[in-house]
C-alpha cells in the first residue's frame, strides 16, 4: 500500500472537528481587529522566498521544497506567507487603496525539515500582518491579536519573548560586534554555530548547545546598540504592552532566522511543546518590500504553528465537547420506500436540519444502532403502514417520548422544536 509522504499527516474526520474550532475562533478574533482574511497561492517563483527570506538562512538553504516546472521555471512551495502577501499588496498596488492594510491567513506550508513532536514537514499556519505603519502601536496591535486568541483557545501557559534588532544601521553594528566577538571565540563554538558565524551570524545567538550558550552568556547585548529611534520605538512598544497589561520577557539573544526583520521581533513560548517550543512569532520587516524591488514599506507580523497550538491545547485538556450531534435519523423498514424516506429527508435538510438514512439496506436493529452512535435527537421509522396512513411516529431519543405526526407537514413539528 501506498503511505503518505514522512512529515505529512492526514486530518481524519475525528480530528477536524478541532480544526474547525480552532480556525472559527481565529476568524472571529481576526475579525474583531479588523483583519481581512488573504489567501495566495500554495506555490510562487522561487526567488520571491529567496530574495526576501534570504539565501542563507536555513529555510532558503535546505528546507524549501524546490521543483522545476515543465517550462523550466523554478518553482516553490511555500514556506511562510510574509513574502507572498508583500507580493500581492504589490502586484495589486493595494496601497493605493488604502494606507493601512491588515490581513490574516490561514493554511498549509512546507519546509524540508526533520520531523518531530510539533515539526512537521507539511504544517499549518494562522498569521496575521499589519502593513503600512511604522509606529509601536502596529507592533502593539499585532501582539495583543495573538495573545488574544491564546486567551480565547484557554491557553494560559506562555511566554512571550520580545527584543529588538534596531533599524538597518544598528543592526549592521551589532553585528559586525557580534562577528568579532565569535571569531575571538570561535575554536570554542559548536560546529554548527562555526559555519553559522560565516552564514548568518546572528543566528549564533539561536543556538541550543551548552557550549555556545556558555560563550554566548558574554557576548554582546543587542540592546546596547541600539541608537535613538530604534530605542524609541522599542520603549514605545514595551510601554504599550505595560499599559494592557501584557507581560513578556526582553530576550536580547531572540533574533528569529530571517534576514528580513528589523526592530520588533517575539515569539510566544510554550513549556508544554518540549523541543520545539515556539507556538508563534513575529516580527517587524520594514525593509522588505524594498527588497522585492517594491517602495519602502514599514510593516509587522506574526504566524501561529496550528499543530502546536493543537498539542498544547490536547495536553491541558482545553478543547471543548465538540461532539457533532444528529437532528434525525429516519429508519426505513421496507426498502421499496426508499423514495419517500428520501424525499422526506431532503424536505428537512431544506429546513436546516440534519438528517441521515441508511444506504446499506440493513435491518431495523442495525439501523437503530447506527442512530444511537450518531447521537440523533429524534428517530422516525417508516414502514408500509407510515405510508398508507400518512401518519408519522417521532421518537425523542434523549427521553424516549414519541409524538405523532402528519407526513405531509413533518416539518411544522420539527420547527415547533427549534
Ligand atoms: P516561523 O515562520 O518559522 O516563525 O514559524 C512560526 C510558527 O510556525 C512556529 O513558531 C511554529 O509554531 C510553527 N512551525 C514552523 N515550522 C514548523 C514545522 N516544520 N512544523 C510545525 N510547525 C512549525
Redesign the pocket.
Known amino acids: 500500500m501506498i503511505q503518505n509522504v514522512k ?1 505529512t499527516k492526514d486530518l481524519l474526520p475525528e480530528a477536524i472537528a478541532k480544526w474547525q474550532y480552532i480556525q472559527s475562533t481565529l476568524q472571529k478574533i481576526s475579525e474583531q481587529y479588523n483583519y481581512e482574511e488573504i489567501r495566495t497561492p500554495i506555490f510562487e517563483k522561487t526567488e520571491l522566498f529567496s530574495r526576501s527570506i534570504g539565501e542563507v538562512t536555513d ?1 532558503v538553504n535546505k528546507e524549501m521544497y524546490s521543483f522545476l516546472d515543465k517550462g523550466e521555471e523554478s518553482i516553490s512551495l511555500r ?2 506567507l510574509t513574502a507572498s502577501i508583500a507580493r500581492a499588496v504589490m502586484q495589486h498596488s493595494l496601497l493605493r487603496q488604502n494606507p493601512i492594510l491588515r490581513f490574516w491567513y490561514f493554511g498549509p ?1 512546507f ?1 524540508y ?1 526533520q520531523p518531530q513532536k ?4 507539511q ?3 494562522y498569521g496575521a500582518e499589519c502593513i503600512g505603519s511604522r509606529y509601536p502601536e502596529s507592533d502593539a496591535e499585532i501582539i495583543a491579536l495573538a495573545v488574544n486568541i491564546f486567551n480565547s483557545l484557554g491557553i494560559k501557559d506562555f511566554k512571550l519573548a520580545i527584543n529588538s534588532l534596531g533599524n538597518t544601521e544598528s543592526r549592521a553594528n551589532y553585528r559586525e560586534t557580534l562577528i568579532e566577538f565569535l571569531k575571538e571565540n570561535e575554536n570554542k563554538l559548536s560546529k554548527e554555530s562555526q559555519i553559522r558565524l560565516q552564514t548568518n551570524p546572528l543566528r549564533v545567538l539561536d543556538s541550543k548547545a551548552e557550549a555556545d550558550i556558555e560563550i554566548l552568556n558574554q557576548a554582546p547585548n543587542i540592546l546596547n546598540f541600539l541608537d535613538t529611534e530604534s530605542r524609541n520605538h522599542f520603549e514605545e512598544l514595551l510601554a504599550i504592552l505595560d499599559y494592557q497589561g501584557i507581560k513578556y520577557e526582553i530576550s536580547s539573544k531572540l533574533v ?3 534576514d528580513y526583520y528589523s526592530h520588533t521581533v517575539f ?2 513560548q510554550s513549556h508544554a511543546l518540549g523541543a ?1 517550543n ?5 516580527g517587524r520587516y520594514d525593509k522588505l518590500f524594498l527588497e522585492l524591488g517594491g517602495e519602502e514599506t514599514p510593516a509587522v507580523g506574526l ?7 493543537i498539542l498544547i491545547m490536547e495536553e491541558k485538556g482545553l478543547f471543548p465537547n465538540l461532539e457533532k450531534k444528529l437532528d434525525l435519523y429516519i429508519v426505513s423498514l421496507d426498502h421499496s420506500n426508499q423514495k419517500y424516506l428520501i424525499s422526506i429527508a431532503e424536505k428537512l435538510r431544506q429546513n436546516g436540519m440534519a438528517v441521515a438514512t441508511d444506504l446499506l439496506r440493513r435491518s431495523l436493529k442495525s439501523q437503530m444502532r447506527e442512530a444511537n452512535k450518531m447521537k440523533a435527537n429524534y428517530l422516525i421509522v417508516i414502514g408500509d403502514d407510515e405510508i398508507k396512513t400518512n401518519l408519522l411516529t417521532i421518537k425523542d431519543m434523549r427521553n424516549g417520548e414519541q409524538t405523532q405526526y402528519s407526513l405531509n407537514s413533518i416539518e411544522e413539528f420539527f420547527k415547533k422544536q427549534q
Open positions: 512529515g529555510i514556506p511562510e506550508f519546509r525539515e510539533g515539526r512537521q514537514r504544517f499549518h499556519q528569529r532566522g530571517l515569539e510566544f520545539q515556539a507556538m508563534g512569532g513575529g504566524a501561529l504553528g496550528i499543530e502546536r497550538i
